[in-house]
């Protein structure tokens, strides 16, 4: 059984930093593509970055330029490094593996709050 597990999460003020973590068991994340999303309550899940499996990225324009994601296969984890947070980065945030067989796994959920 697929899970994925969020870490990192946490408060900072506007302008600093955290990385998110996600932990994957039950499978090897090595061939799959690996998303970040991220949704404020009482909004729809929006897509923050996808990972490819050769490590290329794409990330949202809200993000881009701040936001780094990545992938350690041997460590069966991904990763989001959120530089110069901004108070409208307050969500919560989810990783998502896409297995085109299986279908979509998602991770928890991780609380990140931006503010002074």
């Known amino acids: 059984q697929v899970q994925l597990v969020e870490s990192g999460g946490g408060l900072v003020q506007p302008g600093g930093s955290l990385r998110l973590a996600c932990l994957a068991s039950g499978t090897n994340i090595s061939i799959y593509a690996l998303n970040w999303y991220r949704q404020v309550p009482g909004k729809q899940r929006e897509f923050v970055a996808a990972?490819?499996?050769?490590?290329?990225?794409i990330y949202a324009d809200s993000v881009k330029g701040r936001f780094t994601g990545s992938r350690h296969n041997a460590k069966n984890t991904m990763y989001l490094q959120m530089n110069s947070l901004k108070p409208e980065d307050t969500a919560n945030y989810f990783c998502?593996?896409?297995?085109?067989?299986?279908?979509?796994?998602w991770g928890q959920g991780i609380q990140v709050t931006v503010s002074s």
């Open positions: 990972i490819g499996r050769g490590g290329a990225t």
């Open positions: 998502q593996l896409v297995d085109s067989e299986a279908g979509t796994y």
